[in-house]
């Protein structure tokens, strides 16, 4: 297999590929070749990646049945790559009160989710006890829910707000029933990247310490970078490396999950010269390269389907990701940056998405625990989707004795 997969790539791509699938630790060398793979390189690579892909983690493809509740989007810290931030004055910025989050929530449960993923700008009239205030109400009516809320960028506003130790703001957040940390807000852990695309975020140390400590106080959390913009394949590489390694220290991450640059309604790509956003072979090099150069430290490659739309995503389920991500059910964070590709996908949809590319899917917890599986599509539940009567098209005979 390794021979038949080799033939025709250049010898340096083929000796990464080799080592990787003997589970040698590739270099961030290693990765900034293959982050650069082109031709029957760039084939090669994606099919290392689906073979590691599959012995890593075999043909389940994991998803969450979530909400994204973002309680506030006025923010002060303008990165510059943010679609999503408003000033506090603006028409369109809001700060919702805790009975509107509580409603999201009810709404999210009546449809299936088992986590809510909370997550707002940093609003500069707010303080630590915000934050505890929306974990204690959303846990009183929902204890069972798990709570996965608030960037390395939230908790160091509020642990410094607090006047804490950064390890007892954690717990107090933990003791109000925070479960596991987003590990956003990375975006590049290169400091010469983050002067232009973040320049009032925490600095690279500042995150990883965050991280770090979460991890010691038993918060899990994932891992991610933001890629597509002004970065190179080098500081790709050393940002993978950094997670890593931070992975052997403390096996925290949950998974990784690499996000896409869009860029079409912000200050980043409109008057500062990025990138238009990541190729489609740049996004499935990603992945690929992730699978490799992370196994088998962080085994959870997950894609996401608000960046790539659906198809990309399935194709990145060919190239080494073994997990879609969750419904999200009301995204709003990537559409505000120009994201073309919806707010919600239901579980059904995700499930027909995996089945077409014949894996078998199975419903997680934020942790990765299996809560269900869909072995068999003849067993699958009825939709709890609220029911949205579809538009149709073409002649109008035809339409009005379609209509139920
Ligand atoms: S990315 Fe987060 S911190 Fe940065 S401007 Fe947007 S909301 Fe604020």
New binding site residues.
């Given amino acids: 297999m390794l021979e038949r997969l080799l033939a025709g790539v250049s010898p340096e791509i083929g000796r990464i590929l080799e080592a990787a699938l003997e589970k040698r630790e590739l270099d961030e060398r290693d990765a900034s070749v293959l982050l650069s793979a082109e031709g029957a390189d760039f084939f090669a690579l994606l099919r290392a990646a689906d073979l590691a892909r599959s012995e890593d983690n075999g043909d389940d493809v994991s998803f969450v049945v979530t909400r994204n509740i973002n309680f506030t ?1 006025v ?1 002060y ?3 510059t ?2 679609g ?2 408003r000033h506090r004055d603006e028409v369109d910025a809001y700060d919702h009160p805790l009975e509107v989050l509580l409603e999201k929530a009810r709404d999210a449960v009546a449809r299936g989710a088992t986590e809510f993923c909370i997550q ?3 609003h500069p009239g707010k303080d630590h006890t915000h934050y505890r205030e929306i974990l204690l109400a959303l846990k009183r009516e929902f204890p069972a829910i798990h709570l996965h809320a608030f ?1 390395p ?1 939230e908790i160091d506003f509020g642990q410094r707000k607090s006047g804490m130790d950064l390890r007892d703001y954690l717990r107090w957040l933990v003791d109000a029933g925070l479960g596991t940390i987003p590990g956003t ?1 990375a975006e590049i852990l290169d400091d010469s990247v983050r002067a232009i695309v ?1 320049p009032r ?1 925490l600095d690279s140390a500042r995150w990883i310490e965050i991280v770090k400590t979460a991890h010691s106080v038993g918060l899990r959390s994932t891992s991610t970078l933001m890629y597509g913009h002004i970065e190179s394949v080098e500081q790709i590489a050393a940002h993978l490396d950094v997670l890593r390694e931070i992975q052997k220290e403390t096996g925290g991450f949950t998974e990784f999950v690499p996000l896409g640059f869009i860029h079409e309604r912000n200050i980043l790509f409109n008057h500062m010269h990025a990138r238009p956003g990541a190729s489609m072979p740049e996004d499935l090099r990603m992945i690929a390269v992730a699978r490799l150069f992370l196994r088998p430290w962080i085994s959870n490659i997950q894609m996401s389907w608000v960046k790539m739309g659906p198809k990309l995503a399935q194709m990145a389920l060919l190239a080494g990701a073994n997990d879609f991500g969750g419904t999200l059910m009301e995204e709003s964070i990537s559409r505000e940056s120009g994201s073309h590709f919806g707010e919600n996908l239901p579980q059904e949809e995700i499930r027909r998405l995996i089945r077409a590319v014949g894996r078998t899917p199975v419903e997680r917890s934020t942790t990765y625990q299996t809560l269900r599986r869909f072995d068999d599509p003849a067993e699958d539940p009825p939709s709890l989707e609220p029911a949205q009567p579809r538009e149709l098209s073409g002649p109008a005979r035809w339409r009005l004795t379609s209509q139920p």
């Fill in positions: 989007n923010c810290v303008g990165c790559f943010c999503f931030s707002g700008g940093i960037s960028e807000a973040s975020k």
